[in-house]
């Protein structure tokens, strides 16, 4: 099983749209959460971290369910500016290790 | 002040060579990842230093190397490359004395080997 996994995507939405991303993580000992953005030939930046209690900046919500070991992450009223690769970031127990999932695709069309 | 910087920023090789990356951590981290993504695809973890020790490796053959000197700077190196490590090599950076800190990512280095 991979340390963090996410769904395949691509998701094409249309603008306007609400679209939901899911992540699941293999080690229990995790700490830390994090979603990134990564834009076509651009490197990984930070969206937004996950907190336990989940969290929300403007059309995004974040949200953690460490007992089934799942990250979340909602973006409402799609833009085409929104149109990436949102990869879900994990952060080893112990260390600062940080474990990239694959990404999800995301289009959205006018 | 000044992130992550990688160079070069285009590197292009012919099998059997190797090929050296480059890396220079935001001022005050300490830690540094190095991921591989090949063309359509996600970030594969490579390496991972720490105050200058290799934390982890990722699941990559021993011709992947690297190494973190005293000021944090690292170096990738990949010896007798194959056509199939064509792929943008990314260098992430990060505190490593607190939890729940983002990691800073260079441009990275775009390796095409012929």
């Known amino acids: 099983r991979k340390e963090v996994e996410q769904d395949p995507g691509p998701f094409n939405v249309p603008e306007g749209a609400t679209v939901a991303f899911n992540c699941t993580y293999s080690?229990?000992?995790?700490?830390?959460f994090f979603w990134y953005r990564q834009d076509c030939r651009k490197e990984p930046k930070l969206l937004m971290s996950?907190?336990?209690s989940g969290n929300e900046d403007g059309r995004f919500t974040a949200q953690l369910n460490r007992a089934s070991q799942y990250i979340s992450l909602l973006i409402r009223d799609s833009k085409l500016s929104d149109s990436a690769t949102y990869l879900c970031v994990v952060q080893g127990g112990g260390y600062n290790k940080l474990i990239f999932g694959a990404g999800t695709r995301l289009a959205v069309h006018p | 002040e000044a992130g992550v910087t990688q160079s070069p920023t285009h590197l292009i090789k012919t099998r059997g060579q190797q090929a050296t990356l480059r890396c220079s951590p935001i001022?005050?981290?300490?830690?540094v990842y190095w991921y591989q993504q090949a063309l359509g695809l996600g970030l594969q973890f490579l390496l991972w230093?720490?105050?200058?020790?290799?934390?982890n490796r990722g699941n990559f053959p021993p011709r992947f190397s690297g190494r973190q000197f005293p000021n944090y700077s690292s170096e990738l190196n990949v010896n007798a490359l194959e056509l199939e490590d064509s792929a943008l090599y990314l260098c992430a950076s990060s505190p490593s004395d607190r939890r729940n800190t983002e990691a800073f990512f260079g441009q990275g280095t775009r390796l095409t080997v012929v």
């Open positions: 230093y720490d105050e200058g020790e290799e934390r």
């Open positions: 080690n229990s000992a995790s700490q830390s």
């Open positions: 001022s005050g981290h300490t830690s």
């Open positions: 996950v907190y336990s």
